[in-house]
Structures are given as C-alpha cells and as structure tokens.
C-alpha cells in the first residue's frame, strides 16, 4: 500500500497562533487529498477535499477561513488552523487516494493530535 | 448519499472467541466497502475492502468480512481473537462515482479479555 507520512503527530500552541500540519504521499502522485478530524471516542468527519490544481472543496459547516488547506503538489497537503481556540484541540488526520491502481482505497496519514492551551 | 452504521460501540469478547463487529450500509450507487483499525494516537490502517467481485474478502491479521447486497451488510469477522486485536474499528463506504471521500460510520471498540 500506500505511505502516507504527516507531521507533527503532536502539537501544542497557545490559543491564538495558527498551527500547519502537513500530510506528504512519499512513493505515489496523490491527485485528491483528505482531511478529516476526529473527536475523542468518535468517528471521523471529512473537513474538505483538496485536489492538486485547484481549490480545496470544504463540508458545510467547516470554515475555510479558519483551515486553510492547500494541494501544493501531488506528493504534498498541508492543514493551516488559523487563530487557534481550545475547541479546535482534536485529532487531525489526512488520506490520499492515488492517480492510478488505488483510486478506491485510501491511504490514511498517522494523525497529528492538536491541542491548544 | 452514503452511510454507514456500526451497531454496537463496544463489543467485548474472550481471547480465542469468535469475532464479530456489524456493518450496514446505505448507498444510492454500487458501493465500496471498507474496514478500518485504529490504535490508541495512529491512524488508520486497511484491514480489507471489497470492490466487485468475491463477495468474502480476506484482510489482514485473520479477519474477513461478506459483502450481503441483500441484506446491505458487510459484517466483519475473525474466528479467535486475541489480545492485540484490541483496537477500535470502522467500517467505512465510497463509491466511483459522487464524492470519492470515504464515509465512516461511528467506530466499535473492540475489547479482548483474556
């Protein structure tokens, strides 16, 4: 399968500062990235929908002002949390499904856990 | 739409007992299921998926599960537990066609007691 590398795995900022988690395919071109955040003892929920070339396509309710998402290239996803509050504190966690012979599988990063003091 | 549901949040069970975590699913296209593990911190890895095709896949770590369009299940199952199988899991569904992100449903812990 695929690797999916992402970093950090863990973060700690002062509310208010804005925290970039990155999320890099190390052996495949990954047309289409996913974000997606996960609270404690819950599922995961998709934030948005990043594709190399073009803007990131975000779930209602998730405020594309606050994260920033961006394809940089096709081996590389990053999550900016802008102006970080104690309620953004979660488990951040990307996927990526490749170009060729993985399009029905994805690929998940180790998550970064964000907590914000 | 897609969706999925887990029933049971926890499911606990003896070492070397039968394994079995539920999965049902809905979906207005031919779908692509998935099981997923999650350990404690990490994220998620593939335990298998079912395209087209046999419908009883085979995964990783002894586990299989039966794609049942009849019954739009898509059961996970291992015959003998054991104590590193502890661990939460997600069954999850996509499609080729609408939007490719998968759909998770809400996760099942398992527990092994010895």
């Known amino acids: 399968g695929a690797v999916v590398s992402q970093h950090p795995s863990r973060v700690i900022c002062k509310s208010g500062t804005s925290v970039k988690i990155e999320c890099r395919s190390l052996?495949?071109?990954?047309?289409?990235m996913f974000w997606y955040r996960q609270f404690p003892k819950q599922s995961l929920m998709l934030m948005a929908t990043?594709?190399?070339?073009?803007?990131?396509?975000?779930e209602q309710g998730v405020e594309k002002d606050k994260f920033l998402i961006n394809h940089a290239s096709l081996t590389l996803s990053t999550l900016t949390v802008t102006s970080a509050h104690p309620e953004d504190s979660s488990f951040y966690i990307c996927?990526?499904?490749?170009?060729?012979?993985?399009?029905?599988?994805?690929?998940f990063g180790q998550g970064t856990r964000l907590t914000v003091v | 739409a897609q969706s999925v549901t887990q029933l049971g949040s926890h499911v606990s069970v003896s070492e070397g007992a039968l394994v079995l975590l539920r999965c049902n699913y809905s979906?207005?296209?031919?779908?692509?299921l998935f099981w997923y593990v999650q350990y404690p911190n990490q994220g998620l890895q593939l335990l298998l998926k079912?395209?087209?095709?046999?419908?009883l896949v085979k995964g990783i770590n002894g586990f299989e599960a039966e794609f049942k369009k009849s019954e739009t299940s898509f059961h996970l199952t291992k015959p003998s537990a054991h104590m590193s199988d502890a661990a939460e899991y997600f069954c999850?569904?996509?499609?080729?066609?609408?939007?490719?992100?998968?759909?998770f449903g809400s996760g099942t812990r398992l527990q092994v007691q010895p």
């Open positions: 079912y395209t087209t095709g046999a419908t």
């Open positions: 052996d495949f071109q990954a047309t289409t």
């Open positions: 979906s207005s296209v031919p779908p692509y």
């Open positions: 996927s990526v499904k490749g170009r060729y012979g993985l399009n029905t599988e994805a690929f």
């Open positions: 990043s594709n190399e070339g073009s803007k990131a396509t975000y």
């Open positions: 999850a569904v996509s499609s080729d066609t609408g939007r490719r992100a998968l759909t």
